[in-house]
């Protein structure tokens, strides 16, 4: 009897649900599970970044991405040490993408949930506790839905399942090292003074060689934070809650935070860098977003590169479900087609994020991006993926940066 199912997706975020609405599109049937019940907070900067706009866009989804509750961005704001700051103006870039999103993960993924519950099975409050295998060969999943033992089976399975993937440990390849993986803290605020259509990204001496966010979130509503490296947390005498409220009680943000009030108990989370390269796939499996180590080294944002990761997986899964082979070897190619498209860039964050470490070489940076244009259209560059790999590669694409 054949599968009722191609692909097993376990997690329902935006690697998840962006798989399923792939899956449809290349016409196979997939099941999508989650253990939390939607709609669920996820925390999250909430930025929804260029590269997601292009992924929602070819999915047909993103006029409707437009209408939901949050902030439409249209610049970056980078702040140095010394509070010299610049602006990258997205909508005067030369790329098709000019605009982004900030919007409650609560919000963006129980709307992606709701597309996928469109086209495919969704089964939320569905635990996955095992993996079943059949002479050697992965063919399913056993779980538990609303307290019944139940199994599901198909050739594949996506791990989508985030940062602590089940999916991931489970088949030996979770990785958590203190250089590669970040630990940041989010709290929602109402009240923040100077709120527009920025998001804004502060290297300030209290969190250094971390950085703090501060974005809208609409309706009043901002997303603030800070986000550094494990090892570098492990070094510090404060918590991070310590270090959150020490900046906004700063001389710098003081007068902003003045009248605003806290929503909730500052909540954290690990984010796993793309500073390395993880093994993402094996026989009959796939690992994604950030179950795949994806997240961006220097912004933190992770689920434009989810999105790279499904359209991809979905294809190859495509391909190995055509040709009735599910080896490992066949699905290799998901990775080398994930890592030529996002490795480059991975590489260059991972720099950016070195950068921070200095603190005189980031106040030089960004002092000097303040005051020239040009430099400032190189790093936008950068942002958007407008350079080739190759001149990012090069060391005198840098000095340029530098003495430009």
């Known amino acids: 009897m054949p599968n009722p199912y191609d692909l097993i997706i376990v997690g329902a975020g935006p690697a998840g649900t962006t798989a399923a609405l792939y899956a449809d599109q290349m016409g196979l049937k997939s099941v999508l599970v989650d253990k939390a019940t939607f709609p669920r907070d996820k925390i999250c900067g909430d930025a929804i970044s260029g590269k997601s706009i292009r992924y929602m866009n070819e999915l047909g989804i993103l006029d409707e991405v437009s209408d939901l509750d949050g902030a439409e961005i249209n610049r970056i704001t980078f702040g140095s040490p010394s509070h010299k700051q610049f602006d990258i103006h997205l909508n005067k870039n030369d790329s098709n993408i000019k605009k982004g999103f900030v919007i409650p993960r609560q919000i963006f993924d129980n709307f992606l949930l709701e597309k996928a519950q469109n086209v495919t099975t969704v089964k939320d409050g569905f635990k996955v506790k095992d993996i079943l295998y059949e002479n050697d060969k992965i063919i399913g999943v056993r779980g538990e839905e609303k307290g019944e033992a139940k199994e599901l089976e198909a050739p594949i399975i996506l791990g989508c399942d985030g940062a602590n993937s089940f999916v991931a440990r489970k088949l030996g390849l ?33 969190v250094l060689p971390g950085y703090f966010w501060l974005f809208p979130a609409g309706d009043d509503l901002a997303n603030i934070g800070i986000g550094l490296t494990k090892a570098d947390a492990k070094k510090e005498k404060r918590t991070l809650r310590e270090i959150l409220d020490e900046v906004t009680k700063s001389e710098y ?19 796993p860098l793309g500073r390395i ?12 977003g950030d179950a795949a180590g994806l997240v961006d080294p220097f912004t933190g944002e992770g689920i434009g590169n989810a999105m790279v990761s499904a359209k991809y997986a979905v294809e190859v899964a495509a391909k190995a479900i055509k040709a009735n082979d599910c080896s490992s070897s066949v699905l290799s190619e998901y990775s080398s087609l994930v890592w030529d498209e996002i490795g480059n860039e991975l590489n260059t964050s991972s720099k950016l994020q070195d ?9 030089f940076v960004i002092n000097r991006s303040s005051q020239s244009r040009e430099l400032q259209e190189i790093i ?13 590669s090069n060391p005198m694409f840098y000095l340029k940066i530098l003495f430009s």
């Open 380 to 392: 936008s560059g950068m942002l958007i993926n407008k350079f080739p790999r190759e001149k990012l």
């Open 277 to 288: 390269k993880r093994k993402n796939y094996g026989s009959g499996f796939m690992l994604l």
């Open 253 to 271: 943000f003081r007068d902003r935070f003045s009248d605003a009030k806290p929503m909730e108990v500052p909540l954290g989370w690990n984010l």
């Open 355 to 363: 950068l921070a470490k200095y603190k005189y070489l980031l106040n």
């Open 174 to 206: 979770y990785q958590s090292d203190m250089k590669n993986t970040s630990i940041a803290i989010r709290c929602y605020y109402k009240g923040v003074k100077g709120l527009s259509d920025q998001i804004e990204l502060h290297f300030v001496k209290e």
